[in-house]
C-alpha cells in the first residue's frame, strides 16, 4: 500500500501527463507494491483536483468486461472510471488528438439514470426500472502512462477514459432485448470491427449494477441523470488525425466523429 504522499504525487503525475500529451512512467514502476486500492484513491484524487477546478460529474464508466481483458491484467472483475462534463462530444464533431497519447475507440451502450441505485444487492432488474433510457455511445479511450502497463496504472488513469460520444437512438430499456444490439465499427469506410452487446456480462445492464454494488463499498452510488457506459463490445480500435469513425446499431442509429 502507498502513503498519502506518494497517491498524491502519482495523481500529480497523471494530471500531468494528461495536460502535456507526455505519458509517464508506469506507476507501477514507480511506486513498487502499489495495489489496486491504491489506484482507485489515485484515480478518486485526480477527479476531484478536475471538479475543484470547476468539472462536473455527469456519471461513470464501467471497462475491462470480458474475460479475455481480465485475463490479460491480471484481475477477474471489471473497473470503473468517472466522465466529467469536459469529456463529452457531440455525434459528428471534430475531436483532437493534439492532446491524447495512444486514442482508441471502442463500442458502447450508455445507461441514462431516471433514479439513484446504490448497492448492495443491486440487480439486473433495478438497473432496468432505474434506467430512463438507453443510447448508443462511442468511448475515446487514451493511456497516460507508458505500455505494457497493469492493472494499478489502468486504474489510476480513470480507467483509460478520455472522451464519450453519445449519439444513434434513444431506447427505453424493455422495448428492446439489450442483449442483441449490434453494432459495426467503420474507419475510413473499412468495417474495422462487430459485436453484440451482451459480450457485456453477458447483459450490459449487468454492468451497471456491479458498479452500483462496487461503489457502495466507497459508500456512494449512481446518481438520478447520471450516465454509464456500460462496457465494449468489441475491440479497440486505434484513430490518429485524419479518421473517420462511423458506428452503425441498426435500429438504434449511427454514430460519426472525425479526429484531426
Known amino acids: 500500500m502507498l502513503n498519502d504522499q506518494d497517491r498524491a504525487r502519482a495523481a500529480g503525475l497523471m494530471l500531468e501527463a ?10 507501477a514502476q514507480l511506486f513498487p507494491g502499489m495495489e489496486i486500492a491504491d489506484s482507485y484513491a489515485v484515480q478518486k484524487l485526480v477527479i476531484e483536483r478536475k471538479i475543484a477546478q470547476g468539472a462536473r460529474l455527469r456519471g461513470h ?10 485475463s490479460t491484467v491480471g484481475i477477474d472483475e471489471p473497473d470503473y472510471g468517472h466522465l466529467l462534463d469536459s469529456m463529452f462530444f457531440q455525434d459528428g464533431q471534430t475531436i483532437s488528438t493534439a492532446k491524447l497519447i495512444v486514442p482508441r475507440v471502442e463500442v458502447e451502450l450508455a445507461f441514462v439514470l431516471g433514479k439513484a ?6 440487480t439486473l432488474f433495478d438497473v432496468l426500472d432505474a434506467t430512463d433510457y438507453v443510447v448508443p455511445a462511442l ?11 497493469t492493472i494499478v496504472d489502468n486504474i489510476a488513469d480513470n480507467a483509460a477514459c478520455a472522451g464519450i460520444v453519445l449519439g444513434g437512438r434513444p431506447v427505453r430499456p424493455l422495448d428492446i432485448d439489450l442483449r442483441w444490439v449490434g453494432a459495426v465499427l467503420f474507419k475510413n469506410g473499412v468495417i474495422e470491427e462487430s459485436g ?6 453477458g447483459h450490459p445492464a ?4 456491479w458498479l452500483a454494488n462496487k461503489l457502495a463499498l466507497h459508500d456512494t452510488g449512481l446518481e438520478a441523470g447520471h450516465i454509464v457506459l456500460a462496457g465494449s463490445f468489441t475491440r479497440t480500435v486505434a484513430v490518429g488525425p485524419g479518421d473517420t469513425l462511423h458506428a452503425d446499431y441498426g435500429r438504434l442509429g449511427c454514430i460519426a466523429v472525425h479526429f484531426s
Do not use: C, F, H, N
Open 206 to 209: 449487468l454492468g451497471v449494477a
Open 139 to 149: 468511448e475515446i479511450i487514451d493511456g497516460r502512462s507508458k505500455y505494457p502497463r
Open 117 to 122: 441505485l446504490r448497492g448492495p444487492d443491486v
Open 61 to 70: 464508466k464501467i471497462g475491462l468486461t470480458s474475460k479475455a481483458m481480465q
Open 18 to 27: 494528461e495536460l502535456t500529451g507526455v505519458p509517464t512512467t508506469q506507476l
Open 196 to 201: 453484440v452487446s451482451a459480450a457485456v456480462l
